[in-house]
């Protein structure tokens, strides 16, 4: 049983030269672009100097266990909330840097006070409806997922994450006791 390739049963490997009929579901993953898990504000610099440096690396180190390991976005605005794409400066945005407003860079030499906050995805699993293209008659049950994309087009994601199957009456194949490919 594989989410690359589905699942078979081959009558040959069963002790009594037969498999149940099985029937599989397919998980698909759900990556949301931020789903409202946003990180609270930071503001770990202001503008004096040579700018405002909200960089990704010291606002972890500044807050240990605040901001996830792979952020998918970041947001800034200024102190007064005013969204960093409506104040006509230059910045820098990368959620994998952080943010960075560098004083030289504007046209008045000077930037404004930002804050930021960072977007951490969220993974989860959409299962497919349970798919049964095939009977344990011939060789064997084989819900291959090739045939399976084949025979339902658009009803099963471009690359699974999980595969679960079970019998037509809805015992876990790995309750069955059959030898399974995997």
């Known amino acids: 049983m594989s989410p690359t390739t589905g699942f078979s049963c081959v009558n040959s490997q069963q002790s009594d030269r037969r498999c149940q009929d099985y029937r599989v579901k397919f998980c698909c993953p759900v990556v949301s672009e931020c789903n409202g898990r946003w990180t609270g504000f930071f ?14 690396s010291n606002l972890r180190q500044e807050n240990p266990g605040q ?5 998918s976005g970041v947001y800034a605005e200024t102190l007064n909330g005013v ?3 409506l104040t006509g400066e230059t910045v820098n945005m990368s959620p ?6 560098v004083n030289s860079q504007q046209s008045d030499g000077r930037c ?9 995805p969220v993974s989860e699993c959409r299962w497919t409806r349970f798919f049964d293209r095939d009977n344990p008659s011939g060789s064997g049950d084989w819900e291959d997922l090739a045939n399976l994309r084949r025979e339902n087009p658009g009803h099963i994601c471009e690359n699974p994450s999980g595969v679960y199957a079970e019998t037509l009456s809805g015992v876990s194949a ?7 490919l995997h």
């Open 96 to 101: 994998t840097t952080g943010f960075s407003c």
């Open 174 to 180: 790995a309750l069955t006791g059959e030898t399974l």
């Open 112 to 120: 404004q006070d930002y804050r930021v906050k960072f977007c951490c």
């Open 83 to 85: 969204p960093a794409a």
């Open 67 to 71: 901001i996830c390991e792979n952020p």
């Open 43 to 56: 503001d770990r610099d202001n503008p004096s100097g040579s700018g405002d440096w909200e960089d990704l």
